[in-house]
């Protein structure tokens, strides 16, 4: 197996400022999703209310005209009658309040806010899903649903991959110098072993036994993926 050395990148002076104008680039996109997530709970939240009040008034009226006006309104600004996108963006309303200081991590997609709004009235950990990072704009909705069923009943779900996924893999030999202990290397490698990246790791005996004797318990938790 090959030896992979570590070494910095020489990159083309123009290249590089290219590549380094992406951060740039990417910052208008970033904000924009936070922004349209935010702008789209507000909607909901000001929809929810005036429909609070559009009830409030028919009760007293005797009548339905005001609750017919605002989906009259509502489907004229999104060009649909589906009954059913309105109670989405109502149910996103209701709960807007416990999803807004999530507002950075939340994908900025209306079925899946709906979703988060479902898990808020079902008391799930947003915001421990945010800290793990396991909740982000870029999280699918497939995800999302996952989170969820796992709060509802308990148990986490498998997650599945694609047959792609399962046999794309990268390899990658490290040598050390022989004056580094075994100790030294398993703290180079802590982080790295733990990523969930990491699907296989091969080593001597003596790192192995670094890494458990770091890790501790939390070494079980490396032991399915180790091989050597």
């Known amino acids: 197996m090959a030896i992979v050395k570590a070494r910095s990148r020489i990159l083309e ?4 400022r290219k590549l380094s104008k992406l951060e740039k680039d990417w910052q208008p996109v970033a904000e924009a999703a936070v922004a349209f997530a935010d ?3 507000q909607f909901a939240r000001n929809l929810h209310e005036l429909w609070e009040e559009a009830r409030e008034l028919d009760k007293v009226a005797e009548t339905d005209e005001h609750k017919v006006a605002v989906k009259e309104k509502l489907q004229s600004l999104i060009n ?3 009954e059913s996108v309105f109670s989405r963006w109502q149910t996103i309303g209701k709960f807007a309040d416990q999803l807004q200081p999530y507002t ?6 209306r079925d899946s806010l709906h979703l988060l709004a479902q898990a808020a009235k079902e008391k799930a950990p947003i915001g421990k899903w945010v800290k793990q990072h396991k909740l982000t704009p870029e999280t699918p909705f497939r995800e999302i649903k996952l989170l969820r069923t796992e709060v509802r009943t308990g148990k986490a779900e498998p997650r599945k991959k694609s047959k792609a996924a399962e046999h794309r893999t990268h390899s990658i030999t490290l040598s050390f110098d022989g004056e580094i202990s075994s100790n030294e290397i398993a703290k180079l490698l802590l982080e790295v072993v733990q990523s ?3 699907v296989r790791i091969s080593s001597d005996s003596s790192i192995r036994q670094g ?3 770091i890790m501790r318990a939390g070494f ?7 091989h050597g």
Do not use: G
Request: proline fraction near 7%; glycine fraction near 0%; aromatic fraction near 6%.
């Open 220 to 226: 079980s938790a490396l032991e399915e993926k180790y």
């Open 196 to 198: 969930v990246s990491i």
């Open 13 to 16: 002076a123009a290249f590089n």
């Open 211 to 213: 890494l458990k004797s």
């Open 39 to 41: 702008a789209q709970l």
């Open 104 to 109: 950075a991590s939340l994908p900025p997609v």
């Open 80 to 82: 649909t009658t589906d």
